[in-house]
């Protein structure tokens, strides 16, 4: 419901998402909202400013560096990234990460590295 809401509600999403990750509380039933602020389907097909969309990835990219999220937490947050922004600069992004010293990470880098090439960014073959 917030996401669809946009706007003030986006930064309150944010805001509790700062908040649970910095306690370590980072947890399933929480992280699904940020996974479609930024994609229209979701959002009753009225976008969210790219400011809100840019906020919630760069929140996300905190999540994927916090040694307080558990792996399988950083892992997605990349991938919840990667299903937002299917474009060149995401894989440019996710390059980062493809050699990150956490092995969930890199390997979700990785396989949305591979995702984004096969199915959105054919120009690159």
């Known amino acids: 419901v917030m996401v669809r809401c946009r706007g003030r509600f986006i930064e309150v999403l944010l805001a509790e998402g700062r908040r649970r990750l910095t306690s370590g509380r ?4 929480f992280i699904w909202p940020f996974r479609t602020v930024c994609d229209t389907y979701y ?3 009225r976008p969210v400013t790219k400011a809100d969309c840019d906020r919630t990835v760069a929140f996300l990219l905190e999540v ?7 792996d399988w ?16 600069a995401t894989y440019e ?5 493809r050699s990150d ?10 396989k949305q590295m591979a995702w984004l090439k096969k ?3 054919k120009e690159s073959r």
Not at 26 to 29: A, E, G, R, S, V
Not at 64 to 70: E, I
């Open 64 to 70: 994927a560096g916090s040694d307080k999220a558990g």
């Open 73 to 88: 937490y950083r892992g997605f947050a990349l991938e919840m990234i990667a299903y937002q922004r299917r474009t060149r």
């Open 93 to 97: 992004l996710l390059r980062k990460y």
């Open 43 to 45: 959002t009753a097909g």
């Open 26 to 29: 980072w947890t399933k039933p």
């Open 101 to 110: 010293r956490n092995g969930t990470v890199r390997a979700a880098a990785r």
């Open 119 to 121: 199915s959105y960014l």
